[in-house]
């Protein structure tokens, strides 16, 4: 019963730690098209809140309830589609904190990024949350 529980908190926490992967971006994208410094500074605190009051709290909890889960069933690990589904999961940490590197390059000014850059750069997180849904649930290999 207790795996059933951490199992829907991963889940939980997963939700809200893509809803982040999605929308920062998003905000990435009117930062590098705002104009003038009241929308910056906005788009700033947005960005820095969303990152450090959804996001990371969310990556951390993902990660602890996944490593929680794996400690009761530590027979996942020995199977070739965990391996990718982990694989994945350091793609989704690495493109984590590579949206840290660019919110603190727009919020120094230093960013050289166009909107066009960010509108693709938004819709990485999608390719591995497809292949974690389809590892998780058909279990291939």
Known sequence: MTYLYVKAFHLIAMVAWYAGLFYLPRLFVYHAQA???????????????LFRGIMTPAMVLTLALGIWMLWLHPFWLQVGWMHAKLALVVVLVIYHHICLAHMKQLARGTNRRSHVYFRWFNEVPLIPLVGIVLLAVLKPF
Do not use: Y
């Not at 104009?35 to 809140?49: G, H, P």
């Open 35 to 49: 104009t003038d410094q009241i929308s910056r500074d906005r788009f700033e605190i947005m960005e820095r809140r």
